[in-house]
């Protein structure tokens, strides 16, 4: 298996490690109340967006030849 494949796979993981990080921060406490003041949590969406960018990419690098 060549090395960009496992890269790739490794991206995919984390990038789904990333998302769910980001929906289980956003029932929190601290979030919710983060929300409710300044009316968006800047970390949820960071988590979220690097999470994306990580999957894209690493199915990027799994499925290219």
Known sequence: M??????GI???VIGIGLA???YRSSGSVGSQ???????SDSKVMTL???GAVSFVVGLFLFIKK
């Open 10 to 12: 490794a991206l995919i």
């Open 33 to 39: 109340l983060t929300q409710a003041f300044a009316g």
């Open 48 to 50: 979220y967006i690097s």
């Open 20 to 22: 769910f990080w980001g």
């Open 2 to 7: 060549p090395t960009t494949k496992i890269i």
